[in-house]
Nanobody
Framework: QVQLVESGGGSVQAGGSLRLSCAASGYSFGSYCMGWFRQAPGKEREGVAA???????SYADSVKGRFTISQDNAKNTLYLQMNSLKPEDTAMYYC?????????????????????WGKGTLVTISS
């Protein structure tokens, strides 16, 4: 059974930083696309960043240059380093993982929903 458990959320002031972690179990970590998504109150869920098995990454324009997705295969852990945080980054952040290998028809990109999901960690940015 695949389990994804996020941690690292919290409350910080604008301009600050947070690092989110996602511990994976029951999953062939490093073999498939993984990503971070977020959902703000009253808004639809949106993709933030994705990372493929070869380490290639994809980011939403709203976070490009501020957020960095990475993974540690030895620790089965996905990370999202978030710098220069803004109030509009306030949301529940979710880790997600794909069940199949990315293809040319469906590459690993931040805007595709994935198969497995964590329960989320809350990020609140104050101005």
């Amino acid at each position: 059974q695949v389990q994804l458990v996020e941690s690292g959320g919290g409350s910080v002031q604008a301009g600050g930083s947070l690092r989110l972690s996602c511990a994976a179990s029951g999953y062939s970590f490093g073999s498939y696309c993984m990503g971070w998504f977020r959902q703000a109150p009253g808004k639809e869920r949106e993709g933030v960043a994705a990372i493929d098995s070869d380490g290639s990454t994809s980011y939403a324009d709203s976070v490009k240059g501020r957020f960095t997705i990475s993974q540690d295969n030895a620790k089965n852990t996905l990370y999202l380093q978030m710098n220069s945080l803004k109030p509009e980054d306030t949301a529940m952040y979710y880790c997600a993982a794909e069940a199949t290998i990315a293809t040319m028809a469906r590459p690993c990109r931040y805007y595709y929903a994935l198969d497995y999901w964590g329960k989320g960690t809350l990020v609140t940015i104050s101005s």
